[in-house]
Each structure stands twice: as C-alpha cells, then as structure tokens.
C-alpha cells in the first residue's frame, strides 16, 4: 500500500530555521511549501530542494495572500498536514517611545502573523485527521530581561495561544511548542537599535546551536505516532544560562 507524502507548510523559510525545517522535511519524505516574503531567497531553494517543494510568495501580516497561498498548496501539492508558524522578528532594544514601529511590528509578524495563518489553514489541518501544529516561540517566552519586553511579550503570547489551541483541537491536530534559546540565525541583523544590535551580534556570533539542530528536533517530533504528542521543547546551548 502506498502512503501518500504528507504535506507541510513553512512560514518565514527563507532562511533560518524555517529554511531548515523545510530542507530536513522534505528530506524526510514531505511535500513541502516554503512561505516567505523574499521570493528569491525560496525560489531558489525550492529549486534546489526538486520535486515535492513549492515556493509561495507571502506576508504572515497579510490575510489575503495567505489565503491564496493556502489555495495554492491545496491545488499543486493537496491538503496541507503540517503548519509551521516560523516567521518572526527580534527587534530588541530599551523600551521607548523611539522603538514604537519595532513594537507594532513584532506584535504583527510574532503573534498575529502566527495566529492569522492558523485561522487560514485550519481548516486544511482538521479535515486531515492527523494534522500538527508547530509553533516556534522562544526562551523569552519564559523569561523576559531588559531590553526584550515587547518581544517576549508576543512569545509570551505564542506560549499561552498554543496551550489553549492544543486544548481545543486535540486528538485530530496536534500542537507543539518549540522555545529555542540563541541559535545561529540572521535574527539579530534586523535590530534597529545601534547599542543593541553590536551586543547581540556578537553573542549571536558566538552561537554553538544551529538552525539544522532546531529543525532535527521538529522532525523528530512530527514523526512520533499520533497517540503522542509532544506538546513544548525547551531548548538551549549547553552553556546558556
């Protein structure tokens, strides 16, 4: 009996650990849709990756090209199995009224960018019996420390939409939470803050966890029997305190 490959969509692949994931998925046998804004970056990737990996153009904090999206993966590679909530920005610095776009921004792309692709595929991941949920929030989503409030605020929110989601759709959709501490990523070059970004770069430069480490474990995850779910990883570098 032949099983057909499940299939899995990645917001924010084009680069990261949403590249990675999509590369480790379709490594282990799934159909893969890469989403992301850099058109370019998933093309290629996309091609690179061949048969069974589709680039689509699109904006976590725009409904209506999610919605085509989704359309898209339903028609080129069938009902969508798996959502992995990636997409994400880190903008750190002192709270003040100078950072007030980064906080908008983070709130938009962080929590309900994540939100608003759930809502548009959901309806996807519940008529496939077997759906999971992956949703990538972070440390700071237990810890908050100075100079990340906002951020940890939308991971914070991340943490407590995912348990109340994880209530409401089980058995047939699973939903893991996965909270990385630093991890080598281009996450720190988008900071605004002058001060900020030189300190975080050069502890993101010092980073022994990588993209591919996180994207080992959420294959692993998905790939446990469906009476299992595991539903938070907590993961950080062996020396990160």
Do not use: C
């Not at 480790?24 to 804004?37: C, I, N, Q, S």
């Not at 997409?87 to 309900?112: H, K, T």
């Amino acid at each position: 009996m032949t099983t057909t490959p499940r299939v899995a969509v990645v917001t924010g692949a084009s680069s990261g650990i949403g590249e990675a994931t999509a590369r480790a998925l379709h490594a282990a046998g799934y159909r893969v849709a890469l989403l992301a804004r850099r058109t370019d970056r998933i093309t290629a990737t996309a091609a690179e990756l061949g048969d069974g990996a589709l680039a689509i153009a699109a904006d976590v904090t725009d409904r209506d090209s999610l919605t085509t999206a989704a359309a898209q993966v339903k028609t080129e590679l069938g009902r969508a199995d798996v959502l992995i909530n990636n997409a994400g920005i880190m903008l750190l610095g002192p709270f003040s009224a100078d950072q007030r776009d980064d906080y908008r921004q983070m709130i938009e792309v962080n929590l309900l960018g994540a939100i608003t692709t759930t809502e548009v595929f959901l309806d996807q991941l519940t008529a496939s019996k077997g759906g999971d949920i992956v949703n990538i929030s972070s440390v700071a989503g237990r810890t908050a420390r100075a100079g990340n409030g906002v951020y940890a605020a939308t991971k914070w929110g991340i943490n407590g939409w995912s348990e109340a989601l994880r209530q409401e759709l089980l058995p047939a959709v699973r939903v893991t939470l996965i909270e990385p501490g630093v991890v080598a990523t281009e996450l720190p070059t988008h900071i605004t803050h002058g001060q900020t970004k030189t300190a975080v770069a050069d502890l993101y430069d010092k980073a022994t966890v990588t993209a591919e480490d996180i994207a080992e474990v959420i294959t692993f995850t998905l790939s446990r029997p469906r009476y299992l779910a595991i539903n938070e990883i907590l993961l950080r570098p062996a020396d990160q305190l």
